[in-house]
C-alpha cells in the first residue's frame, strides 16, 4: 500500500498529498489505538486467565493435601485398633502365663 502510494504521490496535487497524509496518520492513529486496546485486553485476559489457573491450582492443592489427611488418620486409626488388639493379646498370654506358673 505504501508503495502504491509512494508511487502515485508524485502525480498528486500539494492539497490532495496533504489530505492523503492526513488520512494516512489518522488510519496510523486508529490503528495504534486498536492496537493498544487489544494489547490492554490481552493483559487483562492473561491475568485473568493466570488468576483463575493459580485458584484452580490452589483448589486441587487443598483437596489433595485433605485427601492424604483423611488417609492418614484412617492408618493411624487402624494402628491404633491393631495396638490395642496386640495389647489384649499379650495381657491375655502374659494372664495365662501367670497361671501357670502359680
Partial sequence: MQAEITRSHTDLTR???A???????RVDSRFAERLTLAEGRM????QRL???LYKTVAQQRV????????RL????????????QTDAI???????ADLKLR
Fill in 50 to 52: 493466570g488468576a483463575s
Fill in 90 to 96: 499379650l495381657n491375655t498370654i502374659l494372664q495365662v
Fill in 19 to 25: 489530505q492523503l497524509e492526513a488520512a494516512l496518520a
Fill in 73 to 84: 488418620d484412617g492408618i493411624e486409626v487402624n494402628n491404633a485398633i491393631e495396638t490395642r
Fill in 63 to 70: 483437596r489433595d493435601l485433605d485427601a492424604i489427611n483423611t
Fill in 43 to 46: 493483559r487483562e485476559d492473561t
Fill in 15 to 17: 492539497q490532495q498529498q
